[in-house]
């Protein structure tokens, strides 16, 4: 069955893969391109490929292999140490950007990486003003010159010792490194891109993992830099993932089937997302003003400063005062607005919500739409706006006084002032919450200590983790409770419901990892129960830990509802087992232990029998049934 199943694949894989590729080869040959379809990636991109994107991807997948331990459960990596926890526990905030939950978490951020990151490191260029490209640079000639190049190896090895002493008055010779195209590609762009992973980790509001928000800062650049390319790669991202599930499952197999989850809104990381598009947003209009006066520097005249005015630093501007066309239509306000609001809606920054406890979610859906209509408006502004005065008849030439300044204010710099504003007020939130430690209380119930990481389980109690800051707000509080299994470390301000109670009920066990760089252990929590005739369940919750069992804990009794001779049975969790008393009637409750399967039990008269995951209660004539084991619909 396995090989036929093989067999299958690589049948189906070929197959889609010659269609795939006869309609390249068909659109070629109508179009007869001679290496313009990829002139402008070389003319800006190294080879036309976007290596800092792969440098950070690289490094992600890394981090996820080897500090993650993914290289041992690729579908189940360590994730409770990884998160950004506290500013009291800096591992937490070192790894949060470049972690991620699971493998599913890590290849959507990939594959939206490749997309994102690769316009955004082709509007930043590793040739600062582009290049002209010749017939040299295709890739097909190159190929042609490997051979060639190849028998030259021994050669270039021999004068490499030269080269070597060469290379300091080269580097001097450069007017500036930054403009040196490997510096670019290898240096700037992934460290970039690291160095906003590490500082949004320290605005992180809760304990967030993943490499979103470097992706999303990603989006930020390109939707500012290159709006419309940017919109025409949303739909490129989803492309990418179609062809990489094709790949690896060509054919798939599925039946209807119950599933268990929160809202898929309330899975959006939307504070860290905001804080992406916000910084990318931002690092692009900087860019985007420097460059357009370092254009706007040269070539020009004292009679074409003072016609252009101060329109020069407009970001699309050329050295003639004015912009081009398609610069215009790239980058005009409505452009920017609206490709902010189709990426907004597509990736659900609408998504504003409150947590209430015990997995309830209240979204605010029409007021997000707003906020993210207003973030756009102000996106567009700093993007867009000239920079001429708002009040050209109050404005002075060198404002030296704020209120000098005011009056010169112009739309650019309202924008810009704005966007910071804007950035400031999703961070700031983040800042207090991460400089209280978690309580360090005992946990109820007995819990299983793995080298300073405490597992049990709980209903009902504080969550110590969403109050540790009170605010209350519009009738809403951040006391709340939670159930579910709770796993602490007070040295790495770690308290969170790693599992919940309604996930646990539908699976019936579940691995909870803990761990640290390089390591983990895993502790495994099982729910056993019986669920009384009309009378609800009755659950323990277990705690398996190198092959030795541990109660956590254990649920109110439950009564079945069935009645013979005016007496009725309950069925309790203990510690290990379950117990079954008898109860009404004359005489006094008696309790024993619930039978092992196929046998039975007589407790005041009334024979208890267990046939299977069904137990019934008999006497005389009379046969009821009084409770069955509890199923889950996850192993259904």
């Known amino acids: 069955m396995v090989a036929e199943a093989l067999t299958a694949d690589a049948v189906h894989l070929a197959a889609g893969g010659v269609a795939l590729a006869v309609a390249l080869a068909v659109v070629y040959f109508v179009d007869r391109p001679s290496g313009d379809w990829t002139r402008a990636l070389r003319s800006r991109l190294l080879l036309g490929v976007p290596w800092g994107t792969l440098v950070v991807m690289a490094g992600v997948v890394g981090v996820y292999l080897f500090v993650q331990s993914g290289l041992d459960n690729p579908n189940r990596p360590v994730v409770i140490p990884f998160r950004s926890w506290s500013y009291f526990y800096p591992e937490g905030l070192v790894w949060s950007s470049f972690a991620h939950a699971g493998r ?38 190159r190929l042609r010159r490997l051979p060639s190049r190849v028998w030259a190896l021994p050669s270039r090895a021999r004068r490499l010792p030269q080269r070597i ?20 590609a290898f240096l700037i762009v992934p460290g970039a891109a690291v160095a906003f992973g590490l500082v949004s980790a320290l605005f992180a509001l809760g304990p967030v993992i993943g490499f979103s928000v470097v992706v999303f800062a990603y989006w930020g650049f390109a939707l500012v830099s290159r709006p419309v390319a940017a919109v025409v790669a949303m739909a490129g991202t989803t492309l990418v993932g179609v062809l990489y599930d094709a790949v690896r499952v060509p054919v798939a197999f599925a039946e209807a089937s119950p599933s268990y989850g929160v809202p898929g809104w309330a899975n959006v990381a939307i504070q860290g997302h905001a804080l992406g598009v916000i910084g990318g947003a931002l690092v692009a209009v900087v860019l985007l003003r420097r460059r357009g006066r370092a254009r706007n520097g040269e070539g020009r005249s004292a009679d074409s400063d003072v016609a252009a005015g101060r329109w020069r630093h407009h970001p699309v501007a050329t050295a003639d005062g004015g912009g081009t066309r398609a610069d215009a239509t790239e980058r005009s306000a409505l452009v920017v607005f609206g490709a902010l609001l189709l990426f907004g809606a597509s990736r659900r920054l609408w998504a504003v919500y409150w947590y209430l406890g015990n997995e309830r979610y209240e979204l605010y859906r029409a007021v997000g739409v707003g906020l993210l209509a207003l973030l756009a408006a102000i996106v567009a502004v700093a993007a867009v706006s000239r920079d001429e005065p708002i009040w050209p008849a109050r404005a002075v030439p060198d404002p030296e006084t704020i209120r000098g300044g005011i009056r010169s204010a112009t739309p650019a710099a309202v924008g810009l002032l704005l966007l910071v504003a804007a950035l400031a007020v999703v961070a700031g939130p983040a800042v207090v919450p991460n400089l209280v430690a978690v309580d360090d209380g005992d946990l109820p119930g007995d819990p299983v200590e793995v080298e300073g ?156 029998v267990r046939e299977g995951d069904v137990l019934f209660a008999e006497r005389g004539e009379t046969r009821v049934r009084i409770a069955q084991r509890e199923r889950y619909e996850g192993r259904q």
């Open 104 to 141: 599913g978490h890590i290849t959507g951020n990939l594959l939206a990486a490749i997309v994102a990151g690769g316009l955004s490191e082709y509007a930043y260029g590793h040739f600062p003003d582009g290049r002209e490209v010749g017939e040299a640079d295709r890739l097909a000639v």
């Open 453 to 608: 990481y405490q597992v049990t389980y709980a209903e009902d109690v504080e969550n110590r983790l969403v109050g540790v800051v009170d605010v209350e707000a519009f009738g809403r509080s951040t006391s709340v409770n939670t159930s579910g299994v709770i796993v602490t470390n007070p040295d790495r301000e770690i308290w969170t419901t790693a599992v919940s109670k309604g996930n646990l009920a539908f699976w019936g066990y579940r691995a909870v990892d803990v761990g640290g760089t390089g390591w983990r252990e895993t502790v495994w929590v099982q729910r056993v129960g019986w669920v009384a005739a009309n009378g609800g369940p009755t659950y323990r919750v277990d705690a398996v830990r190198n092959e030795t069992r541990r109660t956590l804990f254990t649920s109110e009794p439950a009564r079945a509802e069935p009645r013979i001779d005016g007496r009725t049975v309950v069925v309790a969790a203990a510690r290990g087992s379950f117990e079954l008393t008898v109860i009404g009637g004359s005489g006094n409750n008696v309790t024993a232990p619930l039978p092992a399967a196929n046998e039975s039990v007589t407790v005041r008269g009334i024979t208890l």
């Open 165 to 184: 002493r060469a290379a300091p008055g080269r580097l001097a010779a450069v007017e500036s490194p930054a403009a040196n195209p490997y510096v670019r």
